[in-house]
T-cell receptor, first 112, second 111 residues
Framework: NAGVTQTPKFQVLKTGQSMTLQCAQD?????MYWYRQDPGMGLRLIYY???????DKGEVPNGYNVSRLNKREFSLRLESAAPSQTSVYFC???????????FGPGTRLTVL | RKEVEQDPGPFNVPEGATVAFNCTYS??????FFWYRQDCRKEPKLLMS???SGNEDGRFTAQLNRASQYISLLIRDSKLSDSATYLC????????????FGKGTRLHILP
């Protein structure tokens, strides 16, 4: 099993550009999450999906949209990137909300 | 009071020593607790779950104190490879069902 995979690993955008971060898990997990991690700020939840077809806002959803197209995949879209969105983005999943989370390797995004 | 608080460190500890750090949480309704380890520029990985009875995994011991609302992590006979950031994670399991990550405690094991 690959676990949780994320693409791309690195990305540089110009202000105003759009892009989609992809995440997939092969563990048949119901719940999936998108976090961002900034120095000194810890992990902050952007959006999560408790099951296929449902999504909910986390702590810092502004400027992002998500799609849970099927059980495996949960994508994060930046419609108009801003320098404040420069961060490391982690996708995670778990089988139940009480379970531990498994993280992908992260996407390092720089917005110029 | 922040929902989950950790001493950011860094803790600089000589190899072979014992080190312990705590994490406090504010919501008494919290029900699940975990310690994660995060290496520099890597993703967080589960180190161990924390149970009410406490649990031990080799050199690592985790304990929960519900009355005082903190969890602890003890590392015995520390190794250079233990150098990392340790994240405390609390699952609220209330209506909002929030999972809160602490900002982490940095640990440096010195040769």
């Amino acid at each position: 099993n690959a676990g949780v995979t994320q693409t791309p690993k690195f990305q540089v955008l110009k202000t105003g550009q759009s892009m989609t971060l992809q995440c997939a898990q092969d563990m048949n997990h119901n719940s999936m999450y998108w976090y961002r991690q900034d120095p000194g700020m810890g992990l902050r939840l952007i959006y999560y999906s408790a099951s296929e077809g449902t999504t909910d806002k986390g702590e810092v959803p502004n400027g992002y949209n998500v799609s849970r197209l099927n059980k495996r995949e949960f994508s994060l879209r930046l419609e108009s990137a801003a320098p404040s969105q420069t961060s490391v983005y982690f996708c995670a999943s778990n089988g139940r909300r009480t379970d531990t989370q498994y993280f992908g390797p992260g996407t390092r995004l720089t917005v110029l | 009071r922040k929902e989950v608080e950790q001493d950011p460190g860094p803790f600089n500890v000589p190899e072979g020593a014992t080190v312990a750090f705590n994490c406090t949480y504010s919501n008494s309704a919290s029900q699940s607790f975990f310690w994660y380890r995060q290496d520099c520029r890597k993703e967080p990985k589960l180190l161990m779950s924390v149970y009410s009875s406490g649990n031990e995994d080799g050199r690592f011991t985790a304990q929960l104190n519900r009355a005082s609302q903190y969890i602890s992590l003890l590392i015995r006979d520390s190794k250079l490879s233990d150098s990392a950031t340790y994240l405390c994670v609390v699952n609220m399991m209330n209506r909002d069902d929030k999972i809160i990550f602490g900002k982490g405690t940095r640990l440096h094991i010195l040769p």
